[in-house]
């Protein structure tokens, strides 16, 4: 893995949250603890605990491995690489009725304080009645379970949601809500703005953020929310799981024009047609049109709203370092 | 054996990346298998060896197929099927 300083903004001191140890870090990275260390070190923030050794801002350390790594195997690199894969298919799959079994199970560590009383543990439930969504009834969801018989019991407040979700093939008519959603792609796509991980105390600050040139899934689509709002739409800023090998939190901002919340996906939409490198998607520019107005069925969206953290540990956003683990198996009901 | 000289035998080549995966020699890997049981095996590492199966053929596995509770065998007859319409 090569280094170099320029490619991404580092989370500013005021807004760190210097938690990370080089465990944890070698494991995003990919490489030996004393490797992990000395490069993280090399790049990025820091501050010395006395027991635990350097600590760093997990958002830096997820921005390393993204822009940094020559291996594309790195955690994030995964991540990105195969939840997004279906962007590459055909435009049906995108929203053809698909039957998932989701799970949501807390990490031991969150579990064992939870349990023991120590530490107040929530997560958001998923929404099931957002457009598309559909929980299905006993022997469906049965029926998909049987497809994982070696799958362990989820303890609460971990869930385990059977669904089917259905897209659909819309698109965005307003001229204002286009024009705006297309500047901010273009801020993305031109560099104005690095597509990059950002901490949940600048997302909870997505104007700054935006403005310090840096943006991410829940920064962007809080943004268009409130810019499409300023402009006297209606509008919200979604937050979920996008569903899939691994998956993983994601979030949006959703229109509501013509009777229907319509999804404008600017993480989507930049990473198709602006992204460089591992972060880019070899999507055709059908995909890139359905990112403003389609609804894709790998979203299943939570409760919160304004796209406000899924975990909290004793009413603050869970350390992203300790993530909850979300398994989407896809199947077929009965 | 490591993926780089593992030949063009799609069998060697899942092997080697299964066994880079989760740092064993390439037989201590059986073919009869489930993916998940290989010792050591977890989905970040089934993923890695996924990618560097994929970059070494130029070829997508669909994630569907990921999905399943495959086997070893069944991801090799994959990949070489695969790797035949590639060509």
Redesign the interface.
Known sequence: MSATTSTFIRVPASYARYDVDTTVTAGLL?LPDGEAGELATTHLPYVRDPGRGPLFDHADVVNLALFHSNT??T?PD?AL??LL??A?APQSTWYEPRWWLVRVCPPPALLDRARDGSAQLSIEPADLAAPGVVPLDAPDAAALRQ??P?AKAILPPGYEVAVRITGAEATVHDGRARGLYQEMVDALAGGAVTYQSVNEGLRARHREAWQLGMADCVVASRLLADRLRDAGLTARARRGYLL???GSDHAWCELYEDDHWKPMDLAFAFLASGGSGTRRINATPEFVAACCGSRFNRLLPGQAPDALPLVHLDGEPAPPWLPVAV?A??GEAR | MTIADSGDDPADVVVAALAAAVSLAADQIKTSQRLAQIPGMESVKILRAVVRIEDYYHINVPDDFLFETATVADLIDLVARLVKESR
């Open positions: 990919g594309g195997c955690v995964l690489r195969f894969r279906f590459t497809a994982r070696t899939g090998l691994v398994s198996h896809p």
